[in-house]
């Protein structure tokens, strides 16, 4: 099993672009190793996951979905994931489960 480099350079170009664009207060209760993501459809719902999740696959198709529906410049200004918070924790917590 191996990981996708486009997806994890894609990732890390949100997660820069979030982290430039957010206060400093916003980041501050996310751990080393660690990012913030948002969930949801009408209610946005933060996330803090590990960054290992970043090697998974239906992780990086979610990215890929992420990217296509909202591209880098996202008015939130942060990593915003496209599915419901239900199905996003529901996937993480396979992740956890694998590992």
Same mark, same amino acid.
């Given at each position: 099993m191996?990981?996708?480099?486009?997806?994890?350079k894609s990732a890390?170009?949100?997660? @820069?672009?979030? #982290? $430039?664009?957010?206060?400093?207060t916003?980041?501050a209760?996310? %751990?080393? =190793?660690y990012?913030?993501?948002?969930?949801g459809?009408?209610e946005?719902?933060?996330?803090?996951?590990?960054?290992?999740?970043?090697?998974?696959?239906e992780? @990086?198709?979610? #990215? $890929?979905?992420?990217?296509?529906?909202f591209?880098?410049d996202h %008015?939130? =200004?942060?990593l915003?994931?496209?599915c419901?918070a239900?199905?996003?924790v529901?996937m993480i917590s396979r992740?956890?489960?694998?590992?």
């Open positions: 191996g990981f996708r480099l486009p997806a994890i890390k170009q949100k997660l @820069q672009r979030s #982290l $430039s664009k957010g206060s400093s916003a980041t209760d996310v %751990p080393k =190793g990012l913030a993501v948002y969930v459809e009408s946005m719902k933060r996330v803090v996951i590990p960054i290992s999740y970043l090697n998974h696959s992780f @990086q198709n979610l #990215l $890929s979905q992420s990217e296509e529906q591209g880098f %008015p939130m =200004g942060c915003t994931i496209p419901t239900e199905v996003f529901d992740f956890s489960g694998s590992s």
